[in-house]
């Protein structure tokens, strides 16, 4: 079911890191493909190591029949191509989330619908918008580094004020002490 009005950037879940989220509990709410953020969701901010707990999260969620694909809006294409080589994942570079033109590409490539997909991502105002405007189940992850670009350490202060927001009015299904336990897990 499509968001509407200002809880088009409010996530179904909100996540310390991808390894919080188990392959079978996906595949059980019917996904089948799993769209990806790069930056800050699999790999620190313009880094080209991925860590071992991030490799080994894509290792089972591929056991478990998910499709997935990088769904990135960096500008830096070789890097991408590098990185979704190395974990043997599907790409689309220049994503432009929160348009959708980039997580369409994503769904025809990993031929689902968006009911069959999720997107997960560290920023609400990119990953989460742009799943929400397709239609898509949406998880937002806590950022992994705290390096990042200047604009997007304004909106995250936003993000806090709209999660808590989204937690206080139901919206979010989170309890705000659930909530309140992932926001410090990351501080
Ligand atoms: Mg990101």
Redesign the pocket.
């Known amino acids: 079911m499509k968001k509407r009005g200002w809880l088009v950037w409010c996530p179904d879940e909100v996540v310390s890191s991808v390894s919080d989220i188990h392959p079978t509990w996906l595949v059980q709410q019917g996904v089948q493909a799993v769209l990806l ?5 699999l790999v620190p901010w313009q880094r080209v190591d991925v860590p071992e707990s991030v490799r080994q999260w894509i290792g089972e969620m591929k056991r478990a029949g998910l499709r997935l694909c990088l769904v990135s809006n960096t500008r830096r294409r070789r890097r991408l191509e590098v990185l979704a080589k190395r974990l043997g994942i599907a790409y689309v570079p220049r994503a432009f989330k929160p348009r959708r033109y980039g997580l369409r590409q994503a769904l025809q490539q990993l031929k689902a619908t968006p009911e069959q997909a999720v997107m997960i ?3 609400m105002f ?2 989460v918008w742009g799943g929400n405007r397709m239609g898509m189940r949406t998880i937002l992850v806590l ?1 992994m580094a705290r390096r990042e670009f200047i604009g997007t350490k304004v909106s995250r202060l936003l993000e806090r004020i709209l999660l808590w927001a989204y937690q206080r009015t139901g919206a979010l299904k989170q309890g705000a002490g659930t909530l309140a336990t992932i926001l410090a897990s990351k501080k």
Do not use: A, E, S, V
């Open positions: 953020d790069l930056d800050n969701t991502g560290d920023q990119t990953d950022p």
